[in-house]
Every structure is written in structure tokens, then in C-alpha cells.
């Protein structure tokens, strides 16, 4: 039923999509020249790698069209989300903290130092900063502040504004933007149009990056409110929206600033073009998607391959008042998986897990529930050169060699697939294939008499011949004579046709397993506390990963509440990869050194990879329109897109 999970972070080029090494400077699209003492380098924008695609007068991103009409409503359930933003409820405005669960879009309230460019893999330019002065040595970064920036109230924001922005952040900020943080030394508003940010002598790369595209906050607003609270109140923000109507777990909207300072920079010339942008909530994905044929809201990413197989063919759909689209998507697909939570002594045996990953049936899963729609996941950098494929590179080697005899020899050799099954949901050989390994991590099956039978009842039992195995079943204990229990953790039904035959089939190697589904408050606060066994979670990685990885796969990070660590990943080889791809100093250093690091994750049996599809399906009411081409390393919507009234005339209300 379900396709990809939603369960994704924002892609802004940060966060997730952040990558890191050591001190490199900013890349420019034409000469660096000197600008000051010490031989600092102006530039307008900057990027991992030294590589920038618009020149300093650019006029406006190639993939918008800069005479896009203002107006109109885009609504939507959107499929990201970032920190503690939810999917399925919200209840506090404050989206920058660990407590409570953020309404979804408020990052559209505020402004940044720079924006992301949606064609370039990672590269940024000014926003509320004009240009920043790079220090040769890639450790101060001097952001020169625009005149013109403003908060929503009309007072002027400053550099003042930025330097306590980020100590607050990094001080009381969410947990993953604390961790991403670290490297900042400090920030200090030199004047109020000169902001300096020192960062540590090993920064990661890409931590400048993440700094640049951090939230503005209004010194004044937080003299007198506690940012660390939970709160339905509206911030005061400075981004091209501001907060418009709401009503928790239901809907939220933004309003467009009309008078925004920020309106006609290059870098939102031909964005910004709805007057509204709502976000739906909705805890039923069938619901969900009847409110879309009802008109409820006017544009779908479908995310349920039974629902895009089957459920398209309603009057509007039939009649051209409602339209689909495939449209490629170019980005690193990302991991998608049943991840382990190590921490807890049942998981910590790899045998186990690959015992478990053996007994899913992607094949059966793929082919029955979700009408052959997907491909098998194997990697945490599925459809991406940075995945590992084959016999390691001399590079690849080279990287590993330290660790022979620490990871499993397997790095050293192919990396580890997922078996394919035949197909049947019930493949004899896997299943043979995972009590072999149960036997190997010191497990022991055997028949055992159901406890809800009765001991007379036995008895009785006993004495008539064939009814024994109907008072039986397969129970696998450990070597201390445990059975092994475990619980999937969800917060959406629509997950359950997946987990039931994978369950059964746990059910036959003597695993006593079930689901459980939660609410959205409750999931998010046991993800936070690892307080699970088994949990589905989707992330992906942008084409310059780094820094970000630190949150998922660092043994740091396993101890620290509400990072995205679900797996309590905890391994010295994974942390010195980390840090090699952190130190990559060219593309080519950095794709061999995730691939060494993909195999060591593969290795480690984390997670039972699910599936993926290197497409995004869209559906939406014939009242947009669009420029020709997507950005390559985003969707493009709604920040490209725009109300068509014309359109919207035809269309009507009908339907």
C-alpha cells in the first residue's frame, strides 16, 4: 500500500544534506580578489568544493521564471519535514527545539544569511547577507548584512540579530543543530551590518553552509520570550511568509508578505508567488486522499502505490480538471529501512538482524502490496555514485586497510546485498537460511505448549492423535533461555499490510513479534528516547554529504537524545570514515570514502532495507502553473510554481 515513507528531512542543502571536511574556502564563479586585511575574499555566494554557478550580477536562478504572477493558494501535505516538525499533527509554533512537535512550513517565516541554489549541489548566495569576506585560512567568515533586511514588525535586522541567533541555537537549539553546530566557536557582530563567525581549525566544510542557511531570530522578541518553550504564540519572523490562520493538528497557512524587503533579490526573483501556502494535516492516508478528490486541497505527492495504482481514476481525473505527473528525481534516493535499535541486548548480535532481514520478503511485498512499483534499497546512498558497488577501489582499500580485523572481512569484498526471494512470501530456503544464523548467534527453536492452553486441556489433547500441533508453537530462545520478543513501532496504519506477512514469517522461526501504532506525540517522544525495538524511518543524503552524517551514524550521536542515531550506531571505523569524508578535499575523495563507508554500514546489519523509486508522483488541480524544468536538486514546488488564474476560471468550484 504504502510507497516511500515521508518520514524525510528538509532538503536545503543543510542538515541531512550537509556535508562537511576541513577548512576550505568558498568557491566563486569568477577571479577571488582581496578585500581587506589579511587577504579575506569577497564573494557572493559560497560552496563546498569551489564551484559556483551564477556570477555575482546574476539576475534570477535559471530553473524560475522571474515574470511568475503573484496570488492565489497553494495547499498541500507536504513530505517533509525538519527537527521536530511532524507529519501527522503539530502543537507549537517553535520548530527549533526538542520539545514538542513543530507545525510543518515555519521555516518559511524567516530569513536566512544565504539560500540554497536548486541546480547546484550544494552552493549558496546572499539573502539577508549581500556577500561574506572568507579568511585564507576558511576560518572567519564575515557576513556583510543588506541594508534593506527587516523583520515583520518593521524593524531592522542586523548583524546583532544573526550573532544571537546562533549562540542561542547553538546553545538551546534542537540537538542535531547543536551537534552541527559545535565547530562554531563564536559569532559577534562586529557593527550592525558585519557579522564574524570563527569556527573551529578542523571545521567541517559545509559547517559555514549550515550557518548561512540557519533561521534569523529577533534579538528583541526573545529578550522577553523563552525560546526553549513550547508555544502556539507566532514569532516574530522576517521570511517572504509570515504566519496566517491555524488550528492545531488540523491546517496551518502562511500569508505572503506583500511588501517583503526580500521579494526581488536574485535569489527569490520568480519564488514566493503564492499569496497562501496551507498545510493539511490528516492521519489516514485514505482520508487524505479522498480530502484531495474533494478538492480539500490542490496538490498531492502520493506516496501509496496501491492508491496511485488504483484509486486515479475519479471524475476529475477522467475529465482533465485534475492532473498527474512523473517527474524524475535526480537526488540520492537515501536509506529507507526497519532500523535496529542496538542498544537494547537482543539487537546487538549481527547474526540476529540478518536473520530478520533474510525472513522479510521484498519481492512478495513489492510485487502484492505495492503493484511491482518500487526497487530493492541497499544502500544509505541508493542511486547515487557514492553508493558501494563490487570489489572495493584502490582508494576504497587504502581507507579500509586500517580497520582489517576490526569490521567483518566482508568490507574487503562485495558488500552486502539483501537476498532475493522467489517471490512467494514464504521462500523455504531464506527462511532455512535465517534459522541457520539464529543457531549460529545462539539461538534455539523448539515447539512449546501455547501458554493459553490450558494443562488439562493438553492432556486431553495429548491422547487424540494430530491435535498436538494445534496446542503448539515455535518459540526461539537465547542461550539464557529468553524468547525473543520484539515490537514494531509505527504511528501510521497504512504501514500494517507490510508488517504483517513479515511478522508471520517471524512468527515461523519461533519470533513472537507485533506491531504497534501510536500516536504522533507518543511516537515522536519513544523516537526521541530510542525507546523502541524496530522502526521504519526514511533520510537521504544531498550529493556533497559530510557534517550531517555525524547525527546517524556517530557514535556520539547514539547517546544524544533526539538525533537521528535511531540505530545507536557506535562504531571507531564508521567514526574515522566520517571524518575522511569529512576531511575530502575534492568530489573524488568524498565518493571513495562514503563507499568505504557504506560497506562498513552495510556490514554492521543496522537496518532491514526496504525500497525506493528514483521518480516523484504528483497530482494536482489545473490551477498552477510552472517553468518548463525542475530544478535538478529539488521538486521545485511549490517554490517555482505559481496560481494560474486563468486556469482557476475554468476549473471552477465543480467537482
Request: one cysteine or more.
Amino acid at each position: 500500500m504504502s510507497g516511500i515513507n515521508r518520514r524525510d528531512t528538509l532538503r536545503i542543502g543543510l542538515g541531512v544534506a550537509l556535508g562537511a571536511a576541513l577548512p576550505l574556502r568558498a568557491g566563486f564563479a569568477q577571479a577571488p580578489q582581496d578585500h581587506g586585511a589579511g587577504g579575506a575574499v569577497e564573494s557572493h555566494g559560497i560552496s563546498a568544493f569551489g564551484d559556483l554557478k551564477y556570477p555575482a550580477d546574476f539576475k534570477h536562478f535559471s530553473y524560475v521564471d522571474p515574470n511568475a504572477p503573484k496570488g492565489g493558494l497553494f495547499s498541500h501535505i507536504s513530505p517533509t519535514r525538519q527537527f521536530n516538525q511532524s507529519f501527522l499533527t503539530f502543537n507549537s509554533l517553535n520548530s527549533y527545539i526538542l520539545k514538542g512537535d513543530a507545525a510543518q512550513g515555519m521555516e518559511t517565516t524567516f530569513a536566512t544569511l544565504m539560500v540554497s541554489s536548486g541546480d547546484e549541489p550544494d552552493a549558496m548566495y546572499g539573502l539577508a547577507a549581500r556577500a561574506v569576506r572568507i579568511s585564507p585560512d576558511g576560518l572567519t567568515y564575515r557576513f556583510l548584512m543588506r541594508l534593506e533586511a527587516k523583520f515583520h514588525d518593521g524593524t531592522p535586522l542586523t548583524a546583532h540579530d544573526v550573532a544571537f541567533t546562533l549562540n542561542l541555537l547553538k546553545e538551546k537549539g534542537h540537538p542535531i543543530i547543536r551537534q552541527l553546530m559545535r565547530d562554531v566557536t563564536s559569532a559577534e557582530a562586529d557593527d550592525a551590518m558585519t557579522l564574524t563567525v570563527r569556527f573551529a581549525e578542523k571545521r567541517g566544510r559545509d559547517v559555514p553552509l549550515f550557518v548561512a542557511g540557519m533561521p534569523i531570530f529577533s534579538k528583541a522578541y526573545y529578550s522577553v520570550k523563552n525560546f526553549e518553550e513550547s508555544t502556539l504564540d507566532v514569532p516574530l519572523g522576517s521570511g517572504g511568509y509570515k504566519v496566517g490562520r491555524f488550528e492545531s493538528n488540523r491546517y496551518i497557512e502562511y500569508d505572503r508578505v506583500k511588501d517583503w524587503w526580500g521579494a526581488d533579490l536574485p535569489v527569490t526573483r520568480g519564488m514566493y508567488n503564492f499569496d497562501t501556502l496551507r498545510y493539511e494535516y490528516y492521519r489516514d492516508r485514505d482520508v487524505a486522499f479522498e480530502g484531495f478528490t474533494g478538492r480539500n486541497y490542490l496538490f498531492r505527492e502520493e506516496f501509496t502505490s496501491r492508491i496511485w495504482a488504483t484509486r486515479y481514476d475519479f471524475p476529475a481525473i477522467r475529465d482533465g480538471r485534475v492532473k498527474r505527473d512523473v517527474l524524475p528525481d535526480h537526488t540520492p534516493s537515501g536509506a529507507q529501512g526497519w532500523f535496529f535499535n542496538t542498544r537494547r541486548d537482543k539487537f546487538k548480535n549481527p547474526k540476529l538482524r540478518e536473520a530478520l532481514i533474510s525472513a522479510f520478503d521484498f519481492e512478495w511485498t513489492n510485487k502484492t502490496i505495492m503493484y511491482g512499483s518500487y526497487d530493492r534499497t541497499h544502500s544509505v546512498f541508493q542511486n547515487s555514485d557514492m553508493m558501494a558497488v563490487g570489489k572495493p577501489s584502490p582508494e576504497e582499500i587504502a581507507l579500509l586497510e586500517p580497520f582489517r580485523g576490526k569490521v567483518p572481512d566482508e568490507v574487503f569484498g562485495d558488500p552486502f546485498v539483501p537476498p532475493v526471494s522467489d517471490g512467494s512470501g514464504n521462500d523455504r530456503n531464506l527462511l532455512r537460511a535465517a534459522v541457520q544464523l539464529l543457531r549460529e548467534a545462539g539461538y534455539t527453536v523448539r515447539d512449546e505448549v501455547d501458554p493459553a492452553v490450558s494443562p488439562g486441556l493438553w492432556d486431553r489433547m495429548l491422547m487424540t492423535v494430530g491435535l498436538k500441533a494445534q496446542i503448539t508453537r515455535r518459540v526461539l530462545r537465547d542461550a539464557s533461555g529468553r524468547p525473543l520478543t520484539i515490537e514494531f513501532l509505527n504511528d501510521e496504519p497504512s504501514f500494517q499490510p507490510h508488517h504483517m506477512p513479515f511478522i508471520k514469517n517471524l512468527a515461523t522461526l519461533g519470533i513472537d513479534a507485533t506491531l504497534r501504532v501510536v500516536d504522533p506525540v507518543q511516537m515522536r517522544a519513544r523516537r526521541d528516547d530510542f525507546d523502541f525495538d524496530i522502526m521504519i524511518e526514511r533520510f537521504s543524503f544531498s550529493s556533497t554529504p559530510g557534517d550531517g552524517m555525524r547525527s546517524y551514524f556517530a557514535s556520539q550521536a547514539a547517546a544524544i537524545k533526539g538525533s537521528n542515531n535511531l540505530a545507536g550506531i557506535a562504531d571507531p571505523a564508521i567514526d574515522a570514515l566520517i571524518d575522511k569524508i569529512i576531511g575530502a578535499q575534492t568530489r573524488v575523495e568524498l565518493t571513495a570514502a562514503c563507499k568505504a563507508l557504506d560497506r562498513v554500514f552495510r556490514a554492521g546489519r543496522y537496518w532491514i532495507p526496504q525500497w525506493n523509486k528514483a521518480s516523484h508522483w504528483f497530482a494536482y488541480w489545473d490551477v498552477f502553473g510552472r517553468p518548463p524544468e525542475k530544478p535538478r536538486y529539488n521538486r521545485g514546488v511549490p517554490a517555482t510554481w505559481w496560481y494560474d488564474a486563468e486556469k482557476a476560471a475554468k476549473l471552477g468550484r465543480t467537482g
